[in-house]
């Protein structure tokens, strides 16, 4: 099922479009983050492409039509889940301004997803990338991208936290910085004595223009992306550690998985980290299992 074939560039928007552009206006509101807006704005207008636009027509029928062409696309199956979250989300909104009578999107069954153990750096790999990184003295800024790659590990920030950090949330006196998270929840994380210190040594050289409070910017003074950051983060690991899949979280990856494996419980590392369900940190349990089962196979006289 398509568009209706009289909707055309510059032709006043659909009732389902208006609907979507109150429910992106609604999220803004509850300040989700722009790179979560993004993201729910480029599947809802994907989705509107698909389906009838008058809202008494978005029927279970319509649903598992549009469902269908993301299985015919070739989509991972984490990509139709998403999807299929910013519909949830959407419909959501629909019920509660009583536009549509029930969420029709809860009852398209979910995607399975194979469970994958994230692939974890060792704390060795991982220190030797970031020593490597201190001695590249031709890097234009050094001094900021070690900041950012000890900062990564040590506090185990996503990359949009570590975007969005401004100065005043940082107390290196006592080793403390605040984070907001997702749904813009903040909390304290400790940093590393080596974050400290790479975050001093950054903060000597910033050149910030008028104004502006990002603790980590580009070269014309201005608050780093999410996507510059993981450039960044891409271009150390290619040229040191010959991985281009290393990414900003990897680095959280890590952090959380050495932590468990060296004797923290998995309480702490969910407030370290800042989820908001144990179980989404129970995962790191299972890596540190398997790196255990490794090196037990790998000594054990008996294995």
């Not at 290196?172 to 813009?184: E, I, P, Q, S, T």
Request: charged fraction near 25%; hydrophobic fraction near 40%.
């Amino acid at each position: 099922m398509s568009k209706s074939d009289d909707s055309q560039d510059g032709a006043a928007p659909s009732p389902l479009e208006i609907q979507i552009a109150r429910y992106l206006e609604a999220r803004q509101r509850e300040n989700v983050s722009q790179h979560t807006l993004r993201a729910y704005e480029a599947d809802l207008r994907q989705f509107a492409a698909c389906v009838p636009q008058e809202l008494e027509k978005l029927d279970l029928a319509a649903l598992r039509v549009w469902l269908s062409q993301l299985y015919e696309q070739g989509l991972k199956p984490i990509s139709m889940r998403r999807k299929l979250a910013a519909v949830r989300s959407f419909f959501k909104f629909l019920v509660r301004e009583g536009l549509v009578p029930v969420n029709t999107a809860r009852l398209l069954a979910s995607p399975k997803t194979p469970k994958t153990l994230p692939r974890v750096m060792t704390a060795e790999q991982t220190n030797r990338l970031l020593d490597e990184a201190g001695r590249q003295s031709e890097r234009p800024q050094l001094a900021r991208d070690v900041a950012i790659l000890e900062t990564l590990y040590g506090c185990g920030l996503r990359v949009s936290e570590l975007a969005a950090l401004n100065l005043d949330d940082l107390d290196l006196a006592d080793g403390w910085m605040r984070v907001r998270g997702k749904g813009r929840k903040e909390r304290q994380v400790p940093c590393t004595s080596k974050a400290v210190l790479a975050i001093q040594r950054y903060l000597t050289e910033r050149k910030a223009v008028t104004g502006e409070k990002a603790v980590f910017l580009n070269r014309f003074g201005r608050r780093l992306t999410d996507r510059a950051i993981r450039n960044i983060v891409k271009f150390y690991a290619t040229a040191l550690a010959g991985d281009s899949s290393i990414h900003p979280h990897s680095f959280r990856h890590a952090f959380a998985t050495h932590l468990l494996s060296d004797g923290a419980d998995l309480r702490s590392i969910q407030e370290l980290l800042g989820h908001a369900r144990l179980s989404t940190t129970q995962k790191y349990t299972k890596v540190s299992l398997e790196e255990l089962m490794a090196v037990y196979d790998k000594s054990h006289p008996k294995a």
